[in-house]
């Protein structure tokens, strides 16, 4: 939960993660605000379209077709994380390289550096199969242009490379965003299929808990209705039977839904890392304890170890998260100690106060003959720290 609302939190404040579509406005005018960094190198035809000694109508006509190939531009490049036919963006670069064509050769050769958008639109609306090809023919229409503009030849050394680049930039870039986009959709896809597995594992489970205690309970409940009012001692027993069938039915259940939701070390270990890491923590984590703990340890240690991470990641603002795992030797024999410390500042006063888990963990470790402690650690910091024994048939 904790990650989910981190997540959550950075799309609110308008970031949206790689190579997914805008989600809102605010998303949609950082990407805009992004992409339209780069029409700063338009400078030129504005420029020239400025103070260019243009008459009234080549500058109407001018300043007309530059907004229509950069609206044109950005339609192509704001739509690379979805799937436009290939029909479509090829007539949509078309007009973009004629559009540059006709405004060098009629404005000058400021113009030129429109084929260097050409170019890098190519690269991001085509599949690299086409853009490997049409990026290398527009910068090839660059250089027939340039021949053809006065003075052209001069700017073509400072555009070709620039327009080749760009491109086969933006090939890379859009085959990076379309695996990003499937590696999502094939963890999306696993996730799904391992919460589907789970649940008709739980499904058969119960149903073989459950099934034969449910109809042994049918069936005395038949009997004892048959049996009554004329044999009531009888139907007396069957009942009795009944409520002893319904109470080990009860506690067979509560054995396997606890039997799911007992955490281990190694995941929970491996959830500390994959948590730590997403919210920006540097996690220095220790590897998973060699020998088999009790069962009663190890899911105390667990339980201790996801409470103090989520502390960690909601509330400490902290930079570094230390996690120890250390076997020691007391008077009242070898205990296993978990200790987790931070190096940030909101913990101080918010995971010591009650209701927030830790007197949960504080009666779980008391359980089993445990301990918890937790507080400021040096000046800045906060320090949790769970020690179970290991000999829990004599401690406990």
């Known amino acids: 939960m904790a990650l989910k609302q981190e997540y959550a939190d950075r799309a609110d404040r308008g970031f949206p993660e790689i ?7 605010r998303q949609q005018a950082v990407k805009a605000l992004w992409i339209s960094i780069w029409l700063f190198y338009l400078s030129a035809p504005v420029t020239d379209l400025v103070s260019g000694g243009h008459d009234l109508g080549p500058r109407l006509l001018g300043g007309l077709g530059l907004a229509a190939f950069v609206a044109w531009y950005l339609v192509l490049v704001f739509r690379t994380a979805r799937r436009m036919p290939v029909r479509r963006v090829l007539l949509s670069l078309a007009v973009l390289a004629a559009q540059a064509t006709i405004l060098s050769l009629t404005l000058g050769r400021e113009w030129l550096v429109l084929f260097v ?5 190519s690269g991001a609306a085509l599949p690299a199969e086409y853009s490997r090809w049409t990026v290398p023919g527009t910068t090839a229409l660059l250089a027939v242009t340039a ?3 006065p003075g052209g030849t001069a700017y073509l050394a400072g555009l070709l490379i620039p327009a080749l680049m760009g491109g086969f930039a933006m090939v890379g870039i859009r085959a990076m965003i379309r695996t990003t986009i499937e590696l999502r959709e094939a963890r999306a896809t696993v996730a799904q299929l391992a919460a589907n597995e789970e649940r008709l594992r739980m499904a058969r489970d119960l149903h073989d808990l459950l099934g034969h205690s449910l109809s042994l309970i049918t069936l005395k409940s038949e009997l004892a209705g048959r049996m009554l009012p004329g044999q ?3 139907a007396a027993r069957q009942v009795a039977d009944i409520e002893r069938v319904s109470r080990q039915a009860l506690v067979d259940v509560r054995e396997a839904v606890s039997g799911y939701r007992r955490p281990t070390l190694p995941g929970e270990l491996a959830g500390a890392r994959t948590a730590l890491t997403a919210a920006g923590v540097v996690a220095d984590l220790p590897a998973e304890p060699a020998e088999e703990l009790p069962e009663e340890a190890e899911s105390a240690l667990a339980w201790s170890l996801r409470e103090a991470v989520t502390n960690v990641v909601r509330h400490s ?3 570094h ?4 795992l250390e076997t020691r030797q007391t008077l009242d024999g070898p205990v296993l100690e978990l200790t987790v410390t931070d190096d940030g500042s909101g913990g ?3 995971p ?5 888990g830790l007197t949960g963990l504080t009666e779980r470790l008391t359980a089993i003959g445990g301990t918890l402690s937790a507080g400021p650690a040096g000046r800045t910091g906060f320090a949790l720290t769970a020690r179970v024994p290991l000999a829990l048939g004599s401690g406990s």
Do not use: D, L, W
């Open 317 to 319: 603002g902290a930079k």
């Open 232 to 234: 009531p001692e009888a």
């Open 352 to 356: 010591g106060t009650p209701g927030n």
């Open 348 to 350: 101080r006063g918010g």
């Open 321 to 324: 998260c230390r996690v120890t």
């Open 147 to 149: 021949n053809a503009v």
């Open 19 to 25: 190579a997914k579509r805008p989600e809102n406005r």
């Open 117 to 121: 958008y050409v170019a890098i639109s």
